[in-house]
Every structure is written in C-alpha cells, then in structure tokens.
C-alpha cells in the first residue's frame, strides 16, 4: 500500500488503511513490532510505514 508519508502517526494510519483504532494499538503494543515508537512525553505512536508493511505481510503469512 502507498501512503501520504514515511512516517505517520497511528490515527493517520487508521485513517488511510481503515485499521481500527483499538486493533492500531493492539499491533504497536506486539513485543514483535520494529515499526512504531511513541513520541516525545510518550503522547503519540509514530509510525514507519515501510516497517508496518512488512509487519502486515509477516501477519498475514502466520495466519494462512
């Protein structure tokens, strides 16, 4: 998938992808995941969105 930018945060993830918000989170929270990291003060999760890709694809191998 193409997104607007590199890095974004989860709701504009949510936004473009149609992710739900709760399932966004349940994602960034996976001890597993190299794409997300909060922001300053721990206010936002900023998203890598090449790494969230590949994290997609690994999902969806681990589930066929």
Known sequence: MTYSKKIMS???VCKETGIGKYTMLTMCHDRRQKFAC???YGRKWQ???EK???YLEQLSEETV
């Open 47 to 49: 998203i890598d969105t």
């Open 52 to 54: 969230f890709d590949k």
């Open 38 to 40: 909060k922001t300053r």
């Open 10 to 12: 989860d709701s504009q």
